[in-house]
């Protein structure tokens, strides 16, 4: 499991170790919470490989398929050497949402009531590539509904399944009610709350 906010920014390898560019987000279906492709921004040169054409001021971007990703350590590994990459580029790909878009959107019970802001996502990228959790940073209003202490030097932050997500759009509408929340926090393990 990785934090979407420890994937954006780490170099993405070929695997004749050339750099091919750097990770700038993941695309995901919010009905099934599964990421098809990362996105990177294309380090100059590398365009053609990827069949994308030379952008005169600004960076060329890509959807690499998850399914060629080898590992993700201090950097992304993909399966193939720079030469064969245009095979693991979606072309035209369409994201249907980005994660990092979603970054600040407000959560609200499903009554309305504001829980807080999204602060990141956990991305499963060894079983499946699901999202399976998203971070909340609490509002002051419901840290004491939700019993949520603020630790010195840390913000209020909790772990809610993104299967109890009813929607997203302007705002993320979860489909429980705070009461369920809490419950759900209540009977957590240690890593619901950070």
């Known amino acids: 499991m990785i934090n979407l906010q420890d994937l954006i920014g780490k170099e993405v390898m070929s695997a004749n170790a050339k750099l091919v560019g750097k990770v700038d987000g993941a695309a995901v279906d919010v009905k099934t919470w599964h990421v098809p492709a990362i996105s990177i921004t294309i380090s100059k040169g590398n365009e053609a490989f990827l069949n994308k054409k030379k952008k005169v001021i600004s960076s060329q971007g890509a959807f690499v398929k998850v399914e060629s990703i080898r590992s993700i350590k201090d950097h992304v590994m993909l399966s193939e050497d720079l030469e064969n990459m245009a095979n693991l580029i979606l072309e035209d790909f369409k994201a249907p949402v980005a994660l990092s878009d979603m970054m600040g959107d407000r959560v609200l019970c499903k009554a309305g009531r504001e829980i807080g802001t999204v602060y990141g ?31 010195f030097g840390k913000k ?15 705002v993320i509408l979860l489909d429980i009610e705070i009461e369920q929340v809490k419950q759900f926090l209540d009977n957590k393990p240690v890593a619901r709350v950070r």
């Open 156 to 170: 209020p932050i909790i772990v809610l399944r993104t299967s109890d997500i009813k929607n997203v759009a302007d």
């Open 121 to 151: 996502f956990q991305v499963d990228n060894e079983g499946g590539w699901n999202v399976p959790y998203m971070e909340v940073l609490v509002d002051k209003a419901s840290m004491e509904e939700l019993n949520v202490k603020k630790k």
